[in-house]
């Protein structure tokens, strides 16, 4: 299978640590969360510039706005976002993404598919937002990435998946997954917690020296959704290849 846009583009975490670390002077890194409605941005600026780090959440962003007597593709994004994006990635210096990665209790479902479909929408547009030289990361916190990499049971079969889903306010549940439906300003708040827990998973910070030790490899990086399982979801047969259900 070849490869594609979208997977030559996705990086380890700890790659987007060594490329912030590297342009800390003159680069940021910005954070995205992709909800079925939004995206959430926010930006980081390496721990080492700011006395107290803290991400910085931007204004979300409307995927699907629709202009009057203008219709697009259903699986593109707004074109506007898309001017929008590229102007926020010039006017900050963006480096590199990480993107959140809506693991629920362990599964990857619908929004993980809806993610890619939006990154994937973005790169067939725009040759200035996601690159290879301006590469993502797929960010999921700690308590998602420990439930997903539990070991088998003695037959094989992923523990996760017996586990029954626990409510949470604000989400739906489907045969298949968990959908956030967020606020424009709660979005863009979620970027910014996923990018504060890759920093503070990637160095260590001391505000009061105002010091960060070079990135170190987290075990983190070892829950890293393979550039192959991408490349099945761009292929043309199915929108949605079961490594995501």
Known sequence: MMATKLSNALVAPAKVANILDWRKSVGVVMGLDITRERIGVAVSEHPEQRYEHKSIPLHSMSLHQEKEGVQGKKSQVNIDLISELEAVVRQHRVCAFVVNWPVHEGRMGEQCGKVLQVLDSIMDQSNCVVTRKRPFTLWCNDKNASLATLPPDEWGRAPVFARSPEYSPGMKFSSKTVIREEESA???????????????????????????TAPKKTKSDTFFFSTHSVDEYNSDNACLQAALL
């Open 186 to 212: 709660i979005s863009s708040v979620e970027a910014a917690n996923v990018l504060d827990e890759w920093v503070k998973n990637h160095w260590e910070i001391d505000n009061r020296m105002g010091l960060a």
